[in-house]
Structures are given as C-alpha cells and as structure tokens.
C-alpha cells in the first residue's frame, strides 16, 4: 500500500517540478521582456526629445536673425540720418559704404530667414507627427508592461506555491527514493515512466519476470536499461489492453 502511494508521490513530484521549472522560466523571460520595453520607452523619449531640441534650435536661430535684420535696419537708418548732414565727401562716402554693407548684409540675413520659416514649417509638422507617435508608443508599452507586471507577480506567487507543494510532496518520500530521483531528474525530462505490455514505456526494454510481479504488487522499481523508476499502474494497463 505504501510502495503503491510512492510512485504516484513521485509522479507529483516529477509535476510539481516540471511546474517550478516552467514558471521560473516564464519568469526570467517575462523579466528579459519587461527589460526591453523598458528600453524602447527610454529611446522613444529620446527620439522624441532629439525632434524636439530640432525644433527649439532652428527657433532660437531665427529669433537671433531677427533681432540681427532690426539691428541692422537701426543701424542703417541711423548713418542715413547722418548722410543727410554729412558735409564732408569723404564722410559721405563712408558713410554710404557703410549703409551698403548694412544693405547687404541685412538682404543675407533676410533670404537665410525666408529659407528658415520655410524649413519651421516642416519641422512643426514633423515634431507634431514624433508627439502623436512618442505618446501613442509610450502608451502601448506602458500598457505592456503593466500587463507583463501582473502575469509576473502572478507567476511568481504560482511559484512560491509550488515550492511549498513540493515540501509537502516529499515528505513523505524514503530519502533513497529522493536521492536517486535527484540524480534522475537532471539527466531526463520524464524519471517516472509507467510499464505498458511487460515493457518500459520509455525505452522498451523488457521488464524481467520478477520486476513485473514486484510492479504488480504496487512496488516501483528500476529500468535496468534506462535506470527511469518504473510503476505499474493498473488503470493504464487495462485502457492499453482495451486500446490493444
Ligand atoms: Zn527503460
């Protein structure tokens, strides 16, 4: 009765770590995912921030080159004043170079400028469009983490769960039995495996004469080909003698 309860404690235990195994997986991936999305967010703010500085810079360089045009209109203003009383020719001409080159320069600054309200324009549209998408992406991703966040902490109190399982599942599990079960475990993905026709399920090796009537008995006992614990689970042998 005892040996019969073993095996099906160690088919729980087998379930109960393949369980722990998946959810520690599932967390350190969910954690990796969690990572990334932190990191789009963080270059999305930047890509943002980046179209924006654009923005801001050709703003202050057009604000400089008017405050330049009206300065140089002062100035130009200023040695027309001046040219009318000018008495001198030699003044005078200096003074009508000067107007010139204020001219000139003032008529630079103007054509640069019209080129710049134009270039305004399209990056006002451009930093409208990176806003829409900056707030669009960062909602999605925030929403995607949320949603990861709680598959985590739900995982990871399915965890805690399953680790607590196990110390109740073993306890009652002889120590040799654990022992090799430990050995067995890391080696292969099913350590427990159920007789089917005289044979290890498997492997299917043969199961000798007295292994099989210890297994009828509800004892485990071991492949002497693939060392897996095997039962004999009489249930399973009556739906593999029907399905035969
Ligand atoms: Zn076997």
Request: hydrophobic content about 35%; glycine content about 2%; charged content about 30%.
């Given at each position: 009765?005892?040996?019969?309860?073993?095996?099906?404690?160690?088919?729980?235990?087998?379930?109960?770590?393949?369980?722990?195994?998946?959810?520690?997986?599932?967390?350190?991936?969910?954690?990796?995912?969690?990572?990334?999305?932190?990191?789009?967010?963080?270059?999305?703010?930047?890509?943002?921030?980046?179209?924006?500085?654009?923005?801001?810079?050709?703003?202050?360089?057009?604000?400089?080159?008017?405050?330049?045009?009206?300065?140089?209109?002062?100035?130009?203003?200023?040695?027309?004043?001046?040219?009318?009383t000018a008495k001198d020719q030699k003044i005078?001409?200096?003074?009508?170079?000067?107007?010139?080159?204020?001219?000139?320069?003032?008529?630079?600054?103007?054509?640069?400028?019209?080129?710049?309200?134009?270039?305004?324009?399209?990056?006002?549209?451009?930093?409208?469009?990176?806003?829409?998408?900056?707030?669009?992406?960062?909602?999605?991703?925030?929403?995607?983490?949320?949603?990861?966040?709680?598959?985590?902490?739900?995982c990871e109190a399915a965890?805690?769960?399953?680790?607590?399982?196990?110390?109740?599942?073993?306890?009652?599990?002889?120590?040799?039995?654990?022992?090799?079960?430990?050995?067995?475990?890391?080696?292969?993905?099913?350590?427990?495996?159920?007789?089917?026709?005289?044979?290890?399920?498997?492997?299917?090796?043969?199961?000798?004469?007295?292994?099989?009537?210890?297994?009828?008995?509800?004892?485990?006992?071991?492949?002497?080909?693939?060392?897996?614990?095997?039962?004999?689970?009489?249930?399973?042998?009556?739906?593999?003698?029907?399905?035969?």
């Open positions: 009765m005892i040996a019969t309860s073993l095996w099906k404690q160690l088919k729980n235990l087998v379930d109960c770590d393949k369980k722990t195994t998946m959810l520690a997986e599932e967390i350190k991936d969910l954690g990796k995912l969690i990572q990334q999305d932190l990191q789009a967010l963080e270059q999305q703010a930047k890509t943002y921030a980046a179209q924006k500085t654009l923005l801001l810079d050709k703003q202050k360089a057009i604000h400089a080159a008017e405050l330049q045009v009206n300065t140089l209109k002062d100035k130009e203003q200023h040695k027309r004043k001046q040219l009318e005078y001409k200096g003074l009508e170079k000067e107007i010139h080159s204020c001219n000139t320069e003032r008529n630079e600054l103007e054509e640069r400028l019209m080129q710049w309200w134009h270039d305004i324009e399209i990056l006002k549209s451009a930093t409208e469009t990176a806003k829409q998408t900056h707030e669009d992406q960062t909602q999605r991703l925030e929403n995607d983490i949320t949603h990861k966040k709680t598959t985590l902490a739900s965890l805690q769960e399953s680790v607590a399982t196990r110390i109740n599942v073993i306890k009652d599990v002889p120590a040799e039995w654990l022992t090799r079960y430990e050995r067995m475990r890391h080696s292969v993905n099913d350590p427990i495996v159920s007789t089917v026709h005289g044979s290890c399920s498997a492997c299917y090796y043969a199961v000798p004469f007295q292994d099989l009537s210890k297994l009828k008995q509800g004892e485990l006992t071991i492949c002497r080909n693939c060392y897996r614990f095997l039962y004999y689970d009489d249930q399973a042998g009556q739906n593999a003698s029907t399905a035969a």
